[in-house]
């Protein structure tokens, strides 16, 4: 049995997509942000030294980080599904969203998110970071085209990766300069296996309206 340690309104939700996708039982552990930190609980440091979610128990491991997280769910009971076959471009082309979600595309949220509490003094900032964020945005944008999922068409772990992204960029408003991340957001959440894992979780911030 997998075991997902999950906070509340953060890139686990994910995971549980993923597990939902794939039909492989879990159980979730939940934690609640502190309401006036938003940060995650101390609770969480007894699963693993750093506090952070997603992190999930299984095997008799400790795995953590999202990207890993997610490559060893679809290497160990995806059954070949979610991910193309090792060797291929496509393949290529997989990992590198894989990497691309936390390692890129993330950041300057991240840098957003935390320099907007600085006030004024975050002002030198702002432009450079929002350049980044509406970088890689567009290049996402650019990549998907018209496409329904990212790589060769099909759902995969690429999607399952860039969802968050999808959703926050969305949620910020950019899905009126790049309506096919919109449409992508909202498609993912529309899914059976998505819903299944968000309600579990309610309310989640993220969930795009209409």
């Known amino acids: ?53 997603p992190v999930i128990e299984a095997d008799g491991k400790i795995i953590f980080e999202s990207g890993a997280i997610t490559d060893w769910i679809i290497r160990k ?27 890129s595309a993330m950041t300057p949220f991240l840098l957003a998110l935390y320099t907007a509490r600085l006030g004024e003094a975050a002002a030198p900032l702002t432009p450079r970071i929002q350049e980044q964020i509406g970088a890689h945005v567009a290049y996402f944008s650019q990549c998907l085209g018209e496409n329904d999922w990212l790589v060769n068409n099909e759902l995969s772990g690429a999607d399952i990766m860039m969802s968050f992204i999808a959703e926050i960029a969305t949620m910020q408003g950019l899905g009126a300069h790049f309506p096919n991340v919109a449409a992508y957001a909202k498609r993912l959440q ?21």
Not at 2 to 30: A, C, D, F, K, M
Not at 77 to 103: I, K, N, S, V
């Open 190 to 210: 529309s899914r059976p296996a998505w819903i299944k894992a968000a309600e579990q979780t309610e309310p989640y911030n993220f969930r795009i309206a209409g």
């Open 77 to 103: 009971h995806g059954q070949g599904r979610f991910m193309p076959a090792p060797g291929t471009a496509a393949h290529e082309d997989y990992l590198m969203w894989l990497h691309f979600a936390e390692g």
């Open 1 to 53: 049995m997998i075991i997902v340690h999950h906070l509340n309104n953060s890139r686990s939700q994910r995971i549980l997509w993923l597990l939902e996708e794939l039909g492989t039982p879990y159980e979730i552990r939940h934690y609640n942000r502190d309401a006036v930190t938003n940060l995650a609980p101390p609770e969480l440091k007894a699963v693993h030294p750093l506090g952070k979610s």
